[in-house]
């Protein structure tokens, strides 16, 4: 190889990754199994073969298995990669290939353009000009004009999920830079409007769009990985969302400009991060880093054939989540984003894969869980765990640590059933509306910690969860065999889109229904982008391919459905305004003694008959009242019936008159009605239409 003029030192083992330092940059990879590593300098991102190769002699630039050196004159924006030497043994777990240019695990930035080839990462030949590279970045060189985040109380949080290029990439959201960091920047307004805290980003790590290999069977496009559940590196935001040149990215503008604008606006921003597994997929993959440097070490492989990958995550390889290298890289990670990227918070992809041993054994007190739970760096930062993995391990409720929230697929799962007129989840949905204290509570855990939603990206969304019985997945090229089967859904009468004037009452009902009890529960409320505006991906319940209109956010949909839109606007509202909703600790029962002094919100159940609960079977009813200091009483009618049902009412506190808030049968705006405006409740009963949700408030 041609020799380049930079010259070079020893270097120092720690910070991994490509650091600045004076004069020059140090660089430091981690591999315990390599005989020899090549440092490769490139002018360009797409350069046939590189300006410069840098041998690491491991008598000199080795210390344990850290190989290091320091190059001169080198800085912000130069191109690397790495060769890895080293046995080519897949049966004992190693896959050394010396001819695999191979990514930085800590790489801040990762360039590439229409050079990258998956399939020559693939093949075993060389692949200098196809592979994607890493970017030298100064992570100082930023100016964050004093902004800081915004500090939320646990009981204040209203979640918004939600995809950076889905969000603004249809042409009707009229922005400058769709399907970008800086196009989620123009929508603040409408996000402040809507009244969430918190944007949850679905994976913004690098991944690689050209991952997936199937062809639209209708039109003939090939499909792309949309979603992003597949990293490629850990610490660098996805190229395919900044608007940037690539020699620009070594200020990451895109990604901190909007943090900052979204901290300033007084939102916080949490990243579904994705460390269960990587894009190199199974035996079949491409090395594009990890595997290439020491696959014995990041992954986990299968005890009886090493040279094949257990598969926890269901993407063909699962990440050694506790060997004490990978612990090490994914809490360097998670405090990059936090202290460099300024994030405030992470939801976890499978997060229990991440509680298993090197031989996919589940372990009672796994040491990353904890370590990220207790380090003090995060301890400000939010973690929300999807508390279950690929392979069957199901720990809603149990997950390991003592802070981590969950995500409730019990809520979405008993909520789903009840609003659907299913029987016998009655007593279940109550559980759900009140924190789910039945899972959480002996525990130690409080209600927030149960994050609530019914509609999340992996599924249909809410409008579709009243408009199919069954999923429609044909445009994904997998002959409709991918996506969840059981969606607890109903079309309520015609599948897909109607005409029928009574069929779209009842799905708006319906979608009032869930969007009310998703607000009024205890616990922390997730909305997915959309839902709002009844967002529809045509019945596709597994979108992960589709970066087209099925998956986009159409910004038209909200002149179509201001009834919706203005309906969760002022959800938002009601649940804010009064505490009785977001309780600190979990409800008790309001004949409990002395609960007024412990400022505990207390809980009193009825039926269609004051006192007498139904909790039998065939139940599709509930009738409860919230009490508690600060806030005024709140009475809560639910029916599941497909009739009206005549409700006894208790009195209501001395001197004061129940008050209609919401009544999600009766059209806008007197389905949900701000303060000032509301009509006082005639008599001792109340009647509740046919598949409602009722709100009274004592004023």
């Not at 899972?439 to 910690?449: D, I, K, N, V």
């Not at 977001?582 to 409800?587: F, G």
Request: charged share 25%.
């Amino acid at each position: 190889m041609e020799s380049g003029p930079y010259q070079t030192s020893v270097g120092e083992p720690l910070p991994l990754g490509a650091t600045i330092v004076e004069g020059g940059v140090n660089f430091s990879v981690f591999s315990q199994h390599a005989t020899l590593i090549e440092l490769l300098l490139f002018d360009r991102y797409d350069d046939p073969r590189p300006r410069q190769v840098i041998p690491l002699h491991p008598r000199l630039h080795r210390t344990f298995n850290y190989w290091h050196v320091y190059v001169d004159s080198v800085g912000p924006g130069q191109v690397y990669a790495y060769r890895a030497h080293g046995p080519w043994d897949p049966a004992h777990g190693h896959r050394f290939n010396p001819r695999k240019v191979l990514l930085d695990p800590y790489a801040h930035a990762i360039v590439y353009g229409d050079n990258w080839s998956r399939a020559a990462a693939c093949e075993p030949i060389e692949n200098a000009r196809s592979a994607m590279k890493s970017l030298v970045v100064d992570p100082h060189d930023f100016d964050w004009q004093g902004v800081v985040a915004p500090r939320y109380g646990n009981r204040e949080r209203v979640v918004y999920e939600m995809h950076v290029r889905g969000f603004t990439r249809d042409p009707s959201a009229g922005v400058p830079h769709p399907g970008s960091f800086a196009g989620v920047i123009e929508k603040i307004p409408y996000l402040l409007d809507l009244g969430i805290t918190t944007v949850q980003l679905m994976p913004v790590f690098q991944f690689d769009e050209r991952e997936v290999d199937n062809v639209n069977p209708v039109d003939g496009k090939r499909l792309t990985n949309y979603w992003g559940y597949s990293p490629i590196g850990f610490f660098s935001p996805h190229r395919g969302y900044y608007t940037e040149d690539w020699t620009q990215m070594r200020h990451l503008t895109g990604f901190r400009e909007m943090v900052r604008e979204l901290h300033r606006a007084g939102l916080e921003v949490f990243l579904d991060v994705v460390f269960n597994h990587t894009a190199e997929g199974d035996e079949r993959g491409p090395s594009l880093s990890f595997r290439g440097l020491d696959n014995a070490v990041y992954y986990l492989l299968d005890p009886d054939d090493r040279s094949r990958y257990a598969d926890f995550s269901g993407c063909g390889n699962t990440i050694n989540a506790n060997h004490p290298m990978v612990r090490r890289l994914i809490l360097d990670s998670l405090r990059y984003w936090v202290e460099v990227m300024h994030v405030d918070g992470f939801r976890f992809d499978l997060a229990s894969a991440l509680s298993r041993d090197a031989h996919g054994r589940p372990m009672r007190e796994p040491p990353l869980l904890w370590e990220i739970e207790q380090d003090p760096l995060l301890i400000h930062t939010r973690l929300v765990a999807e508390a279950w993995d690929a392979a069957g391990l199901y720990q809603v409720g149990s997950f390991p640590g003592e802070r981590w929230a969950e995500w409730n697929g019990r809520f979405r799962d008993d909520l789903r059933h009840f609003v659907r007129g299913d029987i016998g989840y009655a007593g279940a949905t109550a559980a759900r509306l009140l924190g789910s204290a039945d899972l959480y509570e002996a525990h130690g855990r409080e209600p927030h910690q149960s994050i609530n939603y019914v509609t999340a990206h992996d599924g249909f969304t809410l409008a579709d969860l009243v408009s199919y019985d069954r999923k429609h997945n044909y445009d994904n090229g997998e002959e409709n065999t991918d996506g969840h089967n059981d969606n607890i859904s109903s079309n309520y009468g015609e599948e897909g889109p109607t005409d029928d004037p009574d069929i779209a009452a009842l799905r708006l009902r319906q979608m009032k229904n869930l969007l009310a009890l998703l607000f009024l529960a205890h616990g922390t409320p997730m909305l997915l982008m959309g839902d709002e505006v009844a967002r529809t991906q045509r019945g596709n319940n597994n979108a992960y391919c589709q970066d087209n209109p099925i998956s986009w956010l159409d910004w038209g949909s909200m002149e179509e459905q201001t009834d919706l839109h203005r309906f969760t606007r002022e959800l938002i509202r009601f649940r804010r305004g009064h505490p009785n909703l977001a309780p600190q600790k979990y409800a008790i029962g309001a004949e409990t003694r002395g609960a007024s002094r412990w400022g505990r919100v207390t809980v009193a159940w009825h039926g269609v008959k004051v006192g007498q609960p139904d909790w039998s079977e065939g139940s599709r009813t509930l009738s409860y009242g919230l009490d508690g200091p600060g806030d005024d009483p709140l009475h809560i009618l639910v029916s599941a019936h497909d009739e009206p049902l005549r409700f006894e009412l208790p009195p209501p506190p001395p001197g004061r008159r129940w008050h209609r808030a919401i009544d999600t049968s009766l059209a806008t705006p007197d389905d949900i009605v701000p303060v000032g405006t509301r009509e006082p409740v005639e008599g001792t009963s109340y009647l509740v239409a046919d598949r409602a949700v009722v709100v009274l408030v004592a004023t």
